[in-house]
């Protein structure tokens, strides 16, 4: 679990939208009322009532609207880092924008073999 970062409480008066960025990871958790929420980029919309919660996955503008009033509760966490895996690393030694690099690595790795 990623290392937590910031916690945000913030009350939404009734008929209020709020616009965030930067929300990739973050999770928010409704604590009372109902809160309605859009994030640019994804296709779905989430409705949260109290006790719920969602993780936002990207680094979009986030929209949070409430009809009602509502407070809730952001919980920043750091993003998680994460490592491309061989075949990934692989490809993009081959890729053609970057085609100095294949032949670099393929140098690199001959040399370290040792010789006879």
């Known amino acids: 679990m990623a290392e937590i970062i910031a916690f945000e409480p913030i009350t939404l008066t009734p008929r209020t939208t709020l616009v965030l960025a930067q929300m990739a990871y973050a999770e928010v958790s409704c604590r009372s009322g109902g809160v309605w929420i859009t994030q640019y980029g994804d296709h779905r919309d989430v409705m949260l009532t109290r006790g719920q919660s969602v993780v936002l996955n990207l680094p979009t ?52 073999l040792p010789h006879h």
């Open 61 to 112: 503008a986030t929209v949070m609207t409430a009809s009602d009033g509502a407070e809730v509760l952001i919980t920043r966490r750091a993003s998680p880092v994460a490592r491309p895996s061989i075949g990934r690393w692989l490809v993009g030694l081959f890729d053609p924008r970057w085609s100095g690099r294949a032949s670099c690595a393929v140098r690199q790795y001959m040399r370290a």
